[in-house]
């Protein structure tokens, strides 16, 4: 009996014995799998940091090629310029002719209409004056004017005859002329259409190659709009061309419009070259048709 009792309680401790063992490889599959689990996560982490990384490096790789490739079009786009630049000669004279009148016609009525307008307003002035209603405005605006036109003694007369539109076919041509239809180096440097000249050594301007005083500049100005308006003020207001602004006033007495083939002829001290160049200029306004702008209609101004 106490033979039993021994096998059975050798029995029950191979049982534990067992159970015990079969408790500890449980255990040792459940960390073996948290421990297989956790390693595919970092692992997976680690492929993820991995693609992001590649691709940051592409897109930067991306974008340095974009500024690679933005930088060579600009050299491109420098180099397409240079180049029509330089081939400008073999553009067709008549497709250069047209392109420049195109080009210089609205700028040339923009500022003849603001001309008008200053004209207008001394017109109003001046009846203001006569019925003794001005205003501190008008007076203002008269003070201005007379200073801007280089009038003295407040001559109204005299005022009158200066703010006046300069017609559009004798501009053109004067332009043409200076310029070589847009195309010398004043034009393309500075935007001198007319070739007017400035004396100084601090003066802003371009100095012409075959000038020898260094101190005779063309002026150059920031756009072709105000080239032309200086050339208006130029006319209106220079003594070299009193007699053009005498016919034109003329003209004006006569209800005519205003010619700028006729009046091209007062403009002899223009140029150095006197009468020749009269009769470029009206060559010009003749062959290229250009009368026809003096007759496009401005807004209404007194006579």
């Given at each position: 009996?106490?033979?039993?009792?021994?096998?059975?309680?050798?029995?029950?401790?191979?049982?534990?014995?067992?159970?015990?063992?079969?408790?500890?490889?449980?255990?040792?599959?459940?960390?073996?799998?948290?421990?297989?689990?956790?390693?595919?996560?970092?692992?997976?982490?680690?492929?993820?940091?991995?693609?992001?990384?590649?691709?940051?490096?592409?897109?930067?790789?991306?974008?340095?090629?974009?500024?690679?490739?933005?930088?060579?079009?600009?050299?491109?786009?420098?180099?397409?310029?240079?180049?029509?630049?330089?081939?400008?000669?073999?553009?067709?004279?008549?497709?250069?002719?047209?392109?420049?009148?195109?080009?210089?016609?609205?700028?040339?009525?923009?500022?003849?209409?603001?001309?008008?307008?200053?004209?207008?307003?001394?017109?109003?002035?001046?009846?203001?004056?006569?019925?003794?209603?001005?205003?501190?405005?008008?007076?203002?605006?008269?003070?201005?004017?007379?200073?801007?036109?280089?009038?003295?003694?407040?001559?109204?007369?005299?005022?009158?005859?200066?703010?006046?539109?300069?017609?559009?076919?004798?501009?053109?041509?004067?332009?043409?002329?200076?310029?070589?239809?847009?195309?010398?180096?004043?034009?393309?440097?500075?935007?001198?259409?007319?070739?007017?000249?400035?004396?100084?050594?601090?003066?802003?301007?371009?100095?012409?190659?075959?000038?020898?005083?260094?101190?005779?500049?063309?002026?150059?100005?920031?756009?072709?709009?105000?080239?032309?308006?200086?050339?208006?003020?130029?006319?209106?207001?220079?003594?070299?061309?009193?007699?053009?602004?005498?016919?034109?006033?003329?003209?004006?007495?006569?209800?005519?419009?205003?010619?700028?083939?006729?009046?091209?002829k007062t403009l002899k001290n223009y140029s150095e070259l006197?009468?020749?160049?009269?009769?470029?200029?009206?060559?010009?306004?003749?062959?290229?048709?250009?009368?026809?702008?003096?007759?496009?209609?401005?807004?209404?101004?007194?006579?």
């Open positions: 009996m106490k033979n039993f009792f021994k096998v059975l309680n050798l029995g029950n401790k191979k049982k534990k014995f067992f159970k015990a063992i079969s408790l500890k490889n449980n255990n040792f599959s459940y960390y073996k799998s948290v421990l297989i689990f956790s390693s595919v996560v970092f692992t997976l982490i680690l492929l993820t940091i991995h693609i992001s990384s590649k691709n940051i490096e592409s897109t930067f790789s991306h974008n340095r090629n974009l500024d690679k490739f933005s930088q060579t079009q600009e050299l491109y786009n420098l180099k397409k310029i240079e180049k029509e630049t330089i081939k400008i000669d073999e553009i067709p004279i008549s497709k250069r002719k047209s392109d420049f009148i195109l080009k210089m016609l609205p700028i040339v009525q923009e500022v003849n209409e603001k001309i008008l307008s200053k004209r207008e307003r001394i017109f109003l002035i001046e009846k203001r004056l006569k019925t003794n209603s001005l205003s501190v405005l008008d007076a203002d605006s008269l003070k201005r004017l007379f200073r801007e036109y280089n009038v003295k003694n407040n001559d109204f007369k005299e005022l009158k005859s200066r703010t006046d539109i300069i017609p559009i076919s004798l501009t053109i041509a004067q332009a043409a002329i200076e310029s070589g239809w847009g195309t010398s180096r004043f034009a393309l440097k500075g935007n001198a259409f007319f070739g007017q000249k400035i004396v100084g050594s601090n003066k802003n301007g371009i100095k012409p190659i075959e000038n020898k005083n260094p101190l005779v500049k063309v002026r150059s100005f920031n756009t072709l709009k105000d080239s032309v308006y200086a050339y208006a003020k130029n006319l209106n207001t220079h003594n070299a061309y009193k007699k053009f602004r005498q016919v034109r006033r003329e003209q004006r007495s006569l209800s005519q419009t205003l010619d700028g083939h006729y009046l091209a006197g009468k020749p160049y009269i009769t470029k200029v009206q060559s010009i306004i003749k062959e290229n048709n250009l009368e026809r702008f003096d007759y496009l209609e401005y807004q209404s101004a007194q006579r």
